[in-house]
């Protein structure tokens, strides 16, 4: 939908719109019934138009039990590490394998919150493979894996927020030894890295990279604009096994340096972690919307709407 400069989507499978980069919430399910356009009145006042030009909100509809996603409607989260593998240890902070776990139920909550169907490769503190990890994605038949972790350098003043998506090669030297660093806990699958890559790359859809890819810098963006006191180091395409052996669209975030005291300090802020975790659900919302789009989503095959096609 148009209006002046503005441009605004909506679907009547999801109470969330899109208006120009803004994922914006709705009160209710936007419904089109015998030509007419049912929607919250705060979608109309957003995108500038005259709410008088519609001839019903819809506030005043029956409720719709409705709520799923547009494209991606399963998600699967990755807490990183667990079990024998510790993840990233620092004096007086707690381990990376428990932080993973906390940060992806959180996720988890508030993903589900916005109609996604949501599951978790691990829900206690327990070790899994890779195998077992990228096989979840497969077993619920998932459209979306998000790997979750914070990082760690010898250097105390490196500090950031990163997001990655699949690529064949790291793009630093930095980025090659945090790859590495990830990927120790699966060596024993693979003689080497760069076969486990080799082989499993060949499998990998394009358009799997693409939205990947996507969705990396939704993120990133989402986070430099919501997040106060981030320190982004943007979206970074890398080799982790996670990311190369998953069958769908996937990324992989290290949420912050828990050797660096400034990154340590925000991480445990309440204030910070829901910043955080909000932008990421909004990239995935806005990532949902674009997907819907591309496949022909905003064209209705009735007055009253259809779902779009997968």
Known sequence: MKFGDKFGVISPFVKRALVG?????LGDFPRFINGDIWVSIEFLEKLGVDKQAFKLCAGDLPKANVGWGLVIRRIVIDPGHGGKDMGVLTEGVVPE??????FAQNLKHRLEEQGFKVA????????LSLSERTDVAEQVKADLFISLHFNGWENPKV???EVYFPSTIPSSVQVKKIVEKENLA?????????DFVNVYWRFKKEQDIVVSSMLARLIDKSIN????????????GAPFFVLVKSPIPSVLIEFGYLTNASDAKLLFSDEYMDALLDSIVQAVCACDIVLWVARGGGKWQDKTGAEPAN
Not at 21 to 25: F, Q, R, S
Request: charged share 30%.
């Open 21 to 25: 980069d803004e994922i914006l919430p």
């Open 97 to 102: 394998k428990e932080l993973t776990l906390a």
């Open 120 to 127: 978790l490769t691990r829900s206690e503190d327990k070790f």
């Open 159 to 161: 500090r950031g927020f």
């Open 186 to 194: 699966f060596a024993a699958e693979s003689q080497s890295a760069d």
């Open 225 to 236: 604009a919501n997040v106060k006191g981030v320190i982004s180091r943007g979206a970074i």
